[in-house]
């Protein structure tokens, strides 16, 4: 006992480990593409942002402090559901944890390719049009290799380069607002009347949510409930630490918004607008217009620094992830196969780096992959406010550390506003992610035909809800307003309250079709925590 003492992980230190996944890319692109799609608006976009995730993560908080165990977030639907809806939320959250790899290297190769140099001219043939080019994806290529073998070879390696890095990504932010606010700072940007402030409507407000990389640049509180069985007093520990992570998240990108659109010169705008502005590298190349050559250099520097630090923290996560899902036996076992002198489920990892090649050569810009991510995983989280809600009806007795009496409001409002952003994808984009999800099922089928024999009518019934769900957001997409890439066919807001009034009814129908009692293996988790009081 002595020895597993020593590894528990404290509140600081996963707080650390939180915001190290947190913060990557998406503090040096999401801003600018924010402003780009919504003006100064944008800055709401990232408030919405917020408290889309922080709605759900709460759900979760209250079911990792009930299950406190390591890659818990993938198995919670199965406790309350069965294991074909834990199967969709499991492949669903490690497709979009395996293209967060991709994404990383992808935002390194992009700032890259906009190095000022007149020594760097072979990077600028990195990006066209927005899009990485052959030439860049091979560069690419060679990060996600990097990230890999960082992870290939030991733990240790890992942890004392996240810890390093961790810091580093708090203070270049921090440091990078001060110094924008302090050089030259337009509050007119931010318009005197609300047209000025949202020059394009309230719509482009929903857009940038999904589609600048805002809910992707959130998604990391699951850190935290994924660690939930290495946390020291993980009852406690589980809700501070998703508050507190989110919450200075929520802060810095919220300053970096407001900072980035102060920064832009007036005269720039006057000639372009805010759809003009199209900087390849946001930060570093308003510095270089400002004349601060000295956090150019820190910029370029944390554009490897920040997206190395999350790409190799996500190829721990994502390879954790798809060998946890052999364990219920619906995936090949060598999958899971753990290497004895390193702890670390190389498989995984080798099949996941060929995912993340593929990924990177369907979608080749940052923004592409940041919606692909944001899709996948909010289909993944769209389980948790069904889940607890079903768990608090058929094992109301369990002993629940957190348990906020708002949830029974709170929980359909997240599945709304889940559901929402979904939306906000914006078709195509929504249709590809929910076919590569639907990829999954025969796998599953197959697995579960040929080696479970269980019983698959009982699974449907617990699982029709999500996939009639799926099949009318692809619909919906399809048939939605253009703004949202659909063919308008029900304008910009009633597609809102559309998608507001049936995903209720889809919210009801999946607590309605919940298991009549608990999953065993929850049972035994349960029973195990109670043994160590």
Same mark, same amino acid.
């Given at each position: ?231 020291? #007093?993980?009852?406690?520990? /589980?809700? *501070? ?5 989110? @919450? &200075?998240? $929520?802060? %810095?990108?919220?300053? =970096? ?81 753990? #290497?004895?002198?390193?702890? /670390?489920? *190389? ?5 996941? @780096? &060929?995912? $993340?090649? %593929?990924?990177?050569? =369907? ?171």
């Amino acid at each position: 006992m002595g020895k597993l003492k020593r590894h528990k992980i404290g509140l600081f230190s996963a707080v650390m480990l939180a915001l190290n996944s947190l913060i990557g890319s998406g503090w040096l692109f999401g801003a600018g593409s924010a402003a780009k799609i919504a003006g100064p608006a944008a800055v709401l976009s990232w408030i919405l942002g917020a408290v889309i995730i922080i709605s759900i993560a709460l759900t979760y908080v209250e079911l990792g402090s009930m299950f406190p165990e390591s890659g818990g977030m993938s198995r919670y639907a199965q406790y309350s559901h069965g294991p074909l809806l834990g199967f969709i939320a499991a492949w669903a959250n490690w497709i979009s944890l395996v293209t967060l790899v991709p994404m990383e290297a992808v935002a390194a190769v992009q700032y890259m390719s906009s190095w000022p140099w007149s020594w760097a001219n072979w990077t600028k043939n990195f990006i066209k049009n927005g899009d990485i080019t052959f030439k860049g994806i091979g560069v690419v290529f060679i990060f996600m290799l990097i990230f890999t073998m960082i992870n290939f070879w030991s733990v240790k390696i890992m942890t004392h380069f996240t810890n390093l890095i961790s810091i580093f990504k708090i203070l270049l932010p921090t440091l990078t607002i001060v110094t924008l606010i302090c050089s030259g700072f337009h509050e007119h940007n931010f318009g005197t009347n609300i047209h000025e402030f949202m020059p394009y409507g309230s719509r482009s407000i929903f857009e940038a949510t999904s589609v600048s990389g805002i809910i992707m640049s959130y998604d990391a509180f699951q850190t935290i409930i994924n660690m939930g069985g290495e946390l020291k #007093n993980p009852r406690k520990n /589980i809700v *501070r630490g998703v508050l507190i992570s989110m @919450l &200075i998240t $929520a802060a %810095i990108y919220i300053m =970096l918004q407001v900072t980035f659109i102060g920064a832009v010169e007036p005269s720039m705008l006057a000639k372009v607008d805010w759809h003009g502005i199209d900087f390849t590298s946001p930060f570093a190349d308003l510095a270089i217009l400002m004349g601060i050559n000295w956090l150019v250099i820190l910029l370029y520097l944390d554009a490897f620094v920040s997206p190395f630090g999350t790409g190799v923290a996500f190829v721990a996560t994502a390879s954790r992830a798809l060998a946890a899902m052999t364990h219920t036996r619906h995936l090949p076992k060598w999958l899971g196969r753990i #290497n004895q002198k390193y702890m /670390i489920p *190389r498989y995984a990892m080798a099949t996941d @780096l &060929i995912l $993340a090649v %593929i990924l990177v050569s =369907l979608f080749r810009n940052w923004n592409l992959l940041a919606t692909v991510i944001t899709a996948s995983t909010l289909i993944a989280y769209l389980t948790g406010p069904v889940t607890v809600m079903t768990l608090r009806k058929i094992r109301p007795d369990l002993a629940r550390p957190f348990k906020p009496r708002y949830m029974p409001w709170l929980a359909p409002i997240a599945f709304v506003l889940t559901s929402l952003a979904i939306y906000w994808s914006m078709w195509p984009t929504t249709i590809q992610v929910i076919l590569v999800i639907a990829l999954g099922l025969p796998i599953y089928f197959y697995y579960e035909i040929r080696y479970q024999h269980s019983d698959l009518k009982k699974q449907l019934h617990n699982c029709w809800w999500m996939i009639g769900y799926l099949i009318f957001m692809s619909f919906m997409s399809y048939i939605g307003s253009n703004g949202f890439g659909g063919q308008n066919w029900i304008k910009y807001p009633f597609d809102f309250v559309v998608i507001i009034v049936v995903s209720l009814l889809f919210y009801y129908w999946g607590v309605k079709s919940g298991r009549d009692q608990l999953d065993p293996y929850a049972e035994h988790i349960v029973q195990n925590k109670n043994k160590q009081k």
